[in-house]
């Protein structure tokens, strides 16, 4: 079992977006991640094999030093991992009517996720979300904007993800506006919690099986 990847590792070449906008992402991270750019020493810290990632095999995540409200980002089989250290306010919001009667597929209906994140907050825990960072419009990197706020980056703003492309929406469980280009929640990859502060990316909980390629959009 290997440790935590490095953004810089990942493949791709400049005519896939999805590479393009995660540079630009790692590129803008003081501003753009917000508190997750706090954690990305301690992933430069934990480099996996390079045999490791090319095989794309699970790779574990310590979690122990992300904060409340933080996320870090980190590269399983070549795509961005958001994972987010949810506040108890920010899983309040989740289950705030407003905000569900505004999302396209509130309760994950749409095959975007294994069956054990089918729930509102879209994760085996609550305060972990785990998702795959890539915009179902056209591929893009959405932007981390956690905080509640009047104004920025929406008028109304109740914490959550902004696609830099064309302007999609989406909660803090990955779950995407109406009425906006994206059609479909951010992916879940299979993970589950391998130790309190540990998330394994790349393999399901005991019993249970889930293939990211199952999923309608990536
Ligand atoms: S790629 Fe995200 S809105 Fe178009």
């Known amino acids: ?11 791709g070449g400049p005519a896939d977006p999805t590479r393009r906008d995660f540079l630009t992402l790692l590129a803008l991270s003081g501003a753009a991640v917000g508190a997750g750019a706090i954690a990305w020493p301690f992933i430069d810290s934990m480099e996996p094999a390079a045999d490791t990632l090319a095989a794309g095999e699970p790779i574990d995540v310590d979690v ?11 590269v399983w089989r070549g795509k961005p991992i958001f994972i987010v250290h949810r506040t108890p306010e920010g899983l309040q919001t989740l289950q705030d009517a407003k905000l569900v009667h505004n999302l396209s597929d509130p309760t994950s209906k749409v095959l975007q996720q294994p069956s054990y994140a089918e729930n509102w907050h879209r994760s085996v825990d609550p305060t972990f979300a785990v998702m795959v960072g890539i915009c179902t419009h056209l591929g893009c990197v ?18 959550g993800y902004l696609c830099p492309c064309h302007g999609s929406k989406y909660d803090l469980a990955g779950r995407v ?11 879940v990859p299979p993970y589950h919690l391998a130790g309190e502060k540990t998330v394994r990316i790349g393999e399901n909980p005991p019993g249970q099986t889930f293939d990211l390629n199952s999923v309608v959009q990536i």
């Open 1 to 11: 079992m290997s440790t935590t990847t490095h953004p810089a590792e990942t493949h």
């Open 64 to 74: 122990s030093k992300l904060a409340p409200g933080q996320q870090i980002v980190v």
């Open 142 to 159: 959405p932007t981390f904007y956690p905080n509640v706020s009047a104004t920025d980056p929406a008028p109304n703003w109740p914490g």
């Open 177 to 187: 506006y109406s009425g906006v280009p994206a059609p479909y929640n951010l992916p």
